[in-house]
């Protein structure tokens, strides 16, 4: 018996290559495409397929807010995330929603084909990269340095992350208030809180800060 597959993508040429992929193995078999969140959910319902390869950022109802629907059902089908991003939010995000496996669409074509079989028959799949991802996210987690630097974040605005996202770039007062569209005295301002905010008394460490929390990539 065929694994039925559903394809949710926006894009036609990704949906049409894929469905032009799967189509060529015998033991596989498209019963339907959907180019957003809310048509491929109402598709499910109506084919009960095996396997549905989701995408995430789709208009009407993104990827993971599907995802999270179809695993409410009373007999949910297997959902494999398929996108382009691998940052962690969405790695977590969509195992967090239910999903059964999460792959890049860089993935060579045998690749995700041996996927849906493999997440047909109840086994998890995650790409190498992905993998690699939640692996050092977890890492991460458990360093009391970047777990302290996040934790003062989440005490900023918005505005605040930006101001210190842009002091961790090395910008200068000046330069962030033309970045951002301030006034110099709103931008001194911004830096005087993040002081008192991220508990520091200078502007390095207000970078170091940013930069353990992850905000900003490490040095080349």
Request: hydrophobic share 45%.
């Given at each position: 018996m065929s694994v039925r597959v559903v394809v949710v993508?926006?894009?036609?040429?990704?949906?049409?290559?894929?469905?032009?992929?799967?189509g060529?193995?015998?033991?596989?078999?498209?019963?339907?495409?959907?180019?957003?969140?809310?048509a491929g959910?109402?598709?499910?319902?109506?084919?009960?397929?095996?396997?549905?390869l989701m995408d995430i950022r789709m208009p009407v109802l993104d990827g993971l807010a599907a995802t999270r629907l179809l695993h409410q059902e009373p007999a949910p089908p297997r959902v494999i995330v398929l996108t382009t991003f691998d940052a962690d939010d969405?790695?977590?995000?969509?195992?967090?929603?239910?999903?059964?496996?999460?792959?890049?669409?860089?993935?060579?074509?045998?690749e995700i084909v041996?996927?849906?079989?493999?997440?047909?028959?109840?086994?998890?799949?995650?790409?190498?990269?992905?993998?690699r991802t939640l692996i050092e996210r977890v890492r991460a987690d458990a360093d009391p340095r970047v777990v302290s630097a996040r934790r003062r974040l989440d005490?900023?605005?918005?505005?605040?992350?930006?101001?210190?996202?842009?002091?961790?770039?090395?910008?200068?007062?000046?330069?962030?208030?033309r970045g951002l569209h301030l006034s110099i005295p709103t931008v001194k301002g911004h830096v005087s809180r993040l002081f008192?905010?991220?508990e520091v008394t200078n502007r390095v460490q207000i970078a170091l800060c940013v930069r353990d929390a992850g905000a900003l990539p490490d040095p080349e």
């Amino acid at each position: 018996m065929s694994v039925r597959v559903v394809v949710v993508d926006d894009d036609p040429l990704v949906r049409s290559a894929l469905s032009l992929m799967l189509g060529g193995q015998p033991d596989l078999a498209v019963v339907g495409e959907a180019g957003d969140g809310r048509a491929g959910v109402g598709l499910v319902r109506e084919l009960r397929p095996d396997v549905v390869l989701m995408d995430i950022r789709m208009p009407v109802l993104d990827g993971l807010a599907a995802t999270r629907l179809l695993h409410q059902e009373p007999a949910p089908p297997r959902v494999i995330v398929l996108t382009t991003f691998d940052a962690d939010d969405h790695v977590v995000g969509a195992l967090a929603a239910g999903a059964d496996g999460f792959l890049l669409k860089d993935t060579p074509p045998p690749e995700i084909v041996a996927a849906i079989r493999r997440v047909a028959d109840g086994e998890p799949m995650l790409s190498p990269s992905v993998t690699r991802t939640l692996i050092e996210r977890v890492r991460a987690d458990a360093d009391p340095r970047v777990v302290s630097a996040r934790r003062r974040l989440d005490t900023l605005t918005e505005r605040e992350l930006e101001v210190a996202a842009a002091v961790g770039r090395g910008l200068s007062n000046a330069e962030i208030a033309r970045g951002l569209h301030l006034s110099i005295p709103t931008v001194k301002g911004h830096v005087s809180r993040l002081f008192e905010k991220l508990e520091v008394t200078n502007r390095v460490q207000i970078a170091l800060c940013v930069r353990d929390a992850g905000a900003l990539p490490d040095p080349e």
